[in-house]
């Protein structure tokens, strides 16, 4: 039977109750307490304090007192890297590469491998909330299909990136820049046809990739509209490296703007920590995704993107775990580091302003969301992507939904999700 | 039946098998892989990879893969504070505890809330593996004393302060000089005879204190040797308000020891972030225990102690959690957040070394232990107080023991504790 009132159709529609929490504005916590929130067809209709007559055929599922926010969506993360969390965080990025992270990632040429490390990593987002991320995975396409199946298996949604390295690399996991093309283009068109996992073109970063390589992969992301993700200027030998490397571009992200691979198509740069005034210009002109990873960027000794100065010039910045470097998947612990790292800068000097707690939470649901589409939010047309929290502490319940946010962010963890929900569907 | 061996009654030893954990010194862990270890009288006799013959009799309590490690001490938390983790922490120090904590620590008047929110808080240092800590509790002795019955009933250790305040709070939070001296007289006669509770000598802060308060529980302090616990240079606009306070005393820390709170007994001073040349020479020569709380530090804009200069001065440098202006109670989260401090240091100041991971070990293990005796290592002698970790994550078994300890540290969490020993005793 199909209910009809008006023009609509009821049977589409999915109501749910409880506290409703997002970031509309950077600025503030659009905060529906005890309200109604309708889906039509995976997408946001509307909150209200007091349901509509018209929908009160529909059952409504209640979820109390629990607080609901946007789930979490994580623009930079190592898939490969799961097992390094923790580990070997007492060298600095091109050590830290050398040693642990390449001899790492030579063990996924090994499927077996690779299945274990990868359905424990997407559990582990998955089990976080973070329902989409933009995930690097190896150079071996076999693995890379492993981790595809996985996040499938979870219903969740992700970009995956084939890494792309020809220089620079211990030998076993470099190919030849014919091999590196072809592998990419076979990488994405067998995975063109997903509605919730993509491709991305994923050079590792300039100096592991040759002139010709990063040519022909921007040739490539521009030729099939497909978005990049890559690492920037995150450390200060990484960055004289790349001057030395790469002598006739002018700075760092040069590098990837004269070969199509900044801001043709979308484009995520993690980290971006030692930028020139003139690359801070173009990645707002560009308007590129300036990733900021505060836990990787403290654990290997790199810096601190000075996120506030970059927010309030209009640079689209986001929010990144960065696993392994970063040694937490949860994107709380990631909007705590953020504000933290902001109030470090500020401790050293006193002109820079603090990332306050609704603008880390926007970063971190709508500002990345927005790399998905019209995701992160609870606005009217937004997909319905969400997570519902709930701590079985029985002293949670002297706190307002705002401050039950606040808590979860800062010591919550994700036994305190009791649902999630990706494009209107419970997962 | 007692079972007899040369002189040893066999029938009061205990054995556990599996991966021991420690740091003797504070340069590097010491790893007795699948090894055997003998509590006797609550203390550690010995760490055996072979057991010897003459124990065999003994049934041997084996965790396998698992990892044990001395279970974790913290030097200065605020169990009034529990319910505010991660919440005002946009304020610094000062208008933090006249916006947030005072008015908070006003609701311990209430009997039952303070029941409510002190079982959670103990139960929350249980389940995170802190066995022994020193608190600092309210000026409400009524739920101090519920605090304590707490502690009692899950079997763990600590020391307990009434707070102390007669001036610059609000009313209701001040006792007159002569109540406060009573009361805490009462509270220390009170919690005398417990042998793993006992009571601390708690001035909160100068600021709070008049001179003749302080120069009197300087004076009980020494009379009934009682160790006493207090916060010092937490931040620049408090070390200038304590200039101005008291005016005739050379600094912050000349406050303390004027009036017999600094060095006397067993001292802790938390935070010192901003100590002159003279303070730090008087506390390593006054052998204070000065204790890092580098989230609580730094979710207050307020600053980063400088740690490994301390250390390397000689200097006792113990770790605090700091709930609630920390915001985790874990102190895994704290060794984890030190570490992180130091190397923020080293980024802004190249000379500044970073604290290393069995450092920052140490510092919560065995140096925050000896202020309780000799307890945080597994050295012959040593109470045996432990934790027993083992992740219920498939993929961990791809680690070494090392690795699962960096993995605990810093991704780990409460539910990867499956079993906590107090002074030989399974809590």
Same mark, same amino acid.
């Given at each position: ?17 409880? =506290? ?39 059952? +409504? ?42 001899? =790492?990632?030579?063990?996924? +040429? ?49 970009? +995956?990136?084939? %890494? ?77 490296? %790349? ?11 040069? +590098? ?40 990787? =960027? ?52 006193? =002109? ?76």
């Amino acid at each position: 039977m199909i209910i009809e009132v008006g023009d609509e159709i009821l049977n589409d529609l999915k109501i749910l109750k409880g =506290n409703f929490i997002f970031t509309k504005e950077k600025d503030f916590f659009e905060i529906h307490e005890k309200s109604f929130l309708i889906i039509k067809n995976k997408r946001v209709l509307g909150i209200y304090k007091n349901l509509p007559k018209k929908y009160e055929p529909i059952k +409504v599922k209640d979820y109390k007192d629990a607080i609901i926010i946007p789930s979490f969506v994580d623009l930079h993360v190592h898939a490969p890297q799961y097992l390094q969390q923790g580990v070997g965080l007492d060298l600095e990025l091109i050590d830290w590469l050398n040693k642990y992270t390449f001899e =790492n990632e030579m063990k996924f +040429v090994n499927e077996n491998y690779a299945k274990k490390i990868y359905s424990a990593f997407v559990k582990d987002l998955y089990d976080n909330g973070t329902l989409r991320s933009c995930i690097f995975g190896t150079i071996h396409n076999n693995s890379n299909q492993i981790l595809i199946e996985e996040i499938k298996k979870r219903k969740i949604s992700a970009f +995956v990136g084939k %890494v792309n390295m020809d220089q620079n690399a211990p030998e076993n996991l470099l190919q030849t820049t014919d091999d590196s093309l072809k592998e990419t283009i076979e990488f994405i068109d067998n995975n063109s046809k997903e509605d919730l996992i993509k491709p991305i073109i994923t050079p590792r970063f300039a100096p592991s990739c040759s002139l010709d390589l990063l040519k022909k992969l921007g040739d490539l992301s521009v030729k099939k509209k497909i978005p990049v993700q890559t690492h920037l200027s995150e450390n200060k030998d990484e960055v004289k490296w %790349v001057k030395s490397l790469f002598p006739s571009n002018k700075n760092y992200s040069d +590098v990837y703007l004269k070969n199509q691979l900044y801001g043709m198509e979308k484009t995520i740069m993690a980290h971006a920590i030692y930028l020139e005034e003139e690359e801070i210009k173009m990645a707002k002109n560009k308007n590129v995704y300036l990733v900021h990873c505060p836990d990787a =960027n403290i654990n290997l000794s790199s810096g601190i993107m000075p996120v506030t100065k970059y927010l309030d010039m209009g640079i689209q910045v986001g929010l990144g775990s960065d696993v392994g470097a970063g040694h937490m998947i949860s994107m709380t612990n990631t909007i705590k580091s953020a504000i933290q790292s902001s109030k470090i800068r500020h401790i050293f000097n006193n =002109n820079e302003r603090i990332l306050t707690e609704s603008e880390a939470f926007y970063l971190a649901t709508k500002l990345n969301g927005s790399f998905f589409g019209k995701t992160g939010s609870f606005e009217k047309g937004y997909l319905f992507d969400a997570i519902v929290i709930d701590s079985n502490q029985n002293v949670i319940k002297e706190l307002s939904p705002l401050e039950k946010l606040e808590r979860f962010i800062y010591c919550g963890d994700k036994n305190d999700i009791i649902a999630r929900y990706l494009e209107g569907e419970e997962v």
